[in-house]
């Protein structure tokens, strides 16, 4: 079964870190996450004064934090001596578990930043282990031509036409898929998506319809697919190109404030507790 686009979130535009302006979909209230997903950001500006700020030094505790790069050259450092570049086309997967205290810093002073930061939240069971870092190199990430586009894998499987691509993230407890779709002008993708998953797409260029019956989303919006075990995308004259997310619901209680996400209001008070106390990141 095709599954339809049932409802429209339009990206609003905000602030967040020291400052970096964006755009915000999912997450951008309690009632429009799309579980398992808290927060999509879509960041993109040839101004300088946008993003120079950039992100210092703040804590996480409870999900996971995935930033994929377009255009441009920022820094993440941590507590736990990781330190990456990520550049153009490259994706940071980080797992915040118990605490992370992290910075993500431009390393430009001109040009281009775009890319998005997905937020994507942990079951009860596995909110306080420990946190983890992984640099993916766009090098690392597979492209899968087919008649009339491409899709990059970024976490999951894409299957077409009897073959898969499996994408450099595989394993976790939310199954996660994650795709990076481009379409030439007036051509149509058609996948399969698991009907366990919950999906939606963010159309980021171009023109496109999604679902059956065909229903236009706007662009720089989030589109929440109903259920079903397949996808259509028809892209407009202009092409399209758009980021499709799918993942297995966790079903459990949310509690967020700022930037820690868990079950209950008491946990919510322990992180707070523990990060001023200077334990938020430190092993159990």
């Given amino acids: 079964m095709i599954r339809s686009l049932d409802r429209v979130i339009p990206a609003l535009e905000t602030s967040d870190g020291a400052g970096v302006r964006l755009r915000r979909s999912i997450g951008q209230s309690p009632f429009t996450r799309h579980d398992p997903f808290l927060m999509l950001d879509e960041f993109g500006t040839d101004n300088p004064q946008d993003y120079i700020a950039g992100f210092p030094d703040h804590p996480h505790r409870g999900f996971e934090t995935v930033t994929y790069m377009l255009d441009g050259h920022m820094l993440?450092?941590?507590?736990?001596?990781?330190?990456?570049?990520?550049r153009s086309g490259d994706v940071q997967?980080?797992?915040a578990g118990r605490g992370i205290i992290h910075s993500e810093m431009p390393q430009q002073l001109e040009g281009r930043m775009r890319g998005f930061q997905l937020w994507l939240n942990l079951p009860a069971a596995e909110k306080m282990k420990p946190a983890?870092?992984?640099?993916?190199?766009?090098?690392?990430?597979?492209?899968?031509?087919?008649?009339?586009?491409?899709?990059?894998?970024?976490?999951?499987r894409f299957e077409y036409a009897g073959s898969h691509v499996d994408g450099p993230i595989?394993?976790?407890?939310?199954?996660?898929?994650f795709w990076d779709v481009h379409l030439d002008a007036d051509s149509l993708f058609q996948s399969a998506v698991p009907a366990t998953h919950n999906a939606f797409v963010y159309l980021y260029e171009g023109d496109a319809g999604v679902g059956s019956p065909l229903r236009a989303l706007p662009r720089r919006s989030a589109g929440i697919l109903s259920a079903g075990d397949a996808i259509e995308i028809r892209a407009g004259n202009s092409g399209a190109r758009l980021v499709l997310l799918a993942g297995l619901p966790i079903g459990e209680p949310v509690v967020q404030h700022g930037p820690f996400v868990m079950n209950t209001r008491e946990e919510i008070e322990q992180a707070i507790r523990d990060y001023q106390s200077g334990r938020l990141a430190t092993p159990v």
Avoid at 76 to 86: I, T
Avoid at 170 to 177: E, F, R, V, Y
């Fill in 76 to 86: 993440h450092q941590d507590h736990m001596g990781n330190h990456g570049d990520l």
């Fill in 93 to 95: 997967w980080m797992t």
């Fill in 132 to 156: 983890a870092y992984r640099d993916i190199p766009a090098a690392e990430i597979p492209s899968r031509q087919f008649a009339g586009g491409c899709v990059k894998v970024i976490a999951g």
């Fill in 170 to 177: 595989q394993g976790c407890t939310t199954a996660p898929l």
